[in-house]
C-alpha cells in the first residue's frame, strides 16, 4: 500500500483544475474530511451503517483532510453544488 504524502501530493494546481476555486476545494474537502472523521470515530464504537470510510487506499495514521484532497484528486467524489 502506498503511503499518503500530505499536502503537497496531489499538487494544489492539479486539485483546483478539479474544482471551480480554491474557496470550493477548501469547502468540498473539509466537509468530506469531517465525514471520514465520523467513520473513525464511528469504527471505534462499531457502529458504522451511516459512514463511507476512505474511498482511495489509506493507513489509520492518515489525516481526513489529506486523504479527502487524495479522493478529489483520484475522482472518487462528485462535487454537489447545492450543499
Not at 472523521?37 to 483532510?65: Q, R
Amino acid at each position: 500500500m502506498q503511503k499518503l504524502e500530505g499536502i503537497v501530493s496531489p499538487p494544489i494546481d492539479e486539485l483546483l483544475e478539479k474544482v471551480g476555486s480554491n474557496y470550493e476545494l477548501v469547502i468540498f474537502a473539509s466537509k468530506r474530511a469531517r465525514q471520514i472523521n465520523e467513520y473513525y470515530s464511528a469504527l471505534h464504537e462499531g457502529s458504522l451503517f451511516n459512514f463511507v470510510g476512505p474511498l482511495v487506499d489509506s493507513s489509520i495514521d492518515d489525516k481526513p483532510l489529506s486523504i479527502a484532497l487524495h479522493e478529489i484528486f483520484a475522482n472518487k467524489l462528485v462535487q454537489n453544488k447545492n450543499d
